[in-house]
């Protein structure tokens, strides 16, 4: 499972004032607290808190390098701006995120090869999301097929079904776990899967238990990565025993703490 920190974003209050303020110390404190909570890359993403999205991107990457060297998940719909970022990142990076559009894939998916990166592709398109499973994988066969015509390394590709909030969507859910069982069909090797958590509880009550118990049923059927808290230790614990009960690693009684202590990267 990768574990992608998900705080370092321009939506959340005190990102954004350190962001407009140019600050470095929240930047600081967030980078370094999710290297230690095991976080496998850090989502950088500027939101709303400027106009100047490539300046602020290059900011981001470069207050985050000062202090952690966990590669980056760079997350703008400004292109670019991420690859103003990826010019500066010191270990490969990965791009999120490019919905099935034959213009911005045709746009991002080159970028993504040539500094190495992985890239997520979303399984949308100007329509929106699709309702079920397989209009999900039609979209996702887009995205596999453009990145092997232009040349990125399947293993370098992530497929986000995109789970909306339970209180709104609730059938939603039962489509993108079967679109996740589902990729890994789409070719040979085959692309990765990976969610945004947070969007499933949006406005529910008990966010982290929606977030934990959504997150061990998509490990279940074969999930690889996800956008997520890495500060919420009830989640990290869900993953870890998710990982045991799926024979992914294996059982010791300081399981969590070997797992907590893993320094995947």
Known sequence: MILIGERINGMFKDVRRAIQQGNPEPIW????????AGADYLDLNVGPAVEDRVTAMKWLVNTVQEVSDVPLCLDSTDYDSIEAGLELCKRPAMINSVPADAPKLERVIPMARDHGAHLIGLAMNERGIPKNAENRLALAMEIVATADAY????????????????YVAQDHGPEVLETIRQVKLLATPSPRTVVGLSNVSQKCVDRPLVNRTFLVMGMACGLDAAILDVDDNELMDAVATARILLNQDVYAESYLKVFKNRGVR
Request: net charge negative; with cysteine; proline share 12%.
């Open 29 to 36: 404190d967030w980078a370094k607290r999710q290297q230690a």
């Open 151 to 166: 040349g990125l390394p399947m293993d370098h590709l992530l497929i986000d079904p995109l789970i909306l909030p339970c």
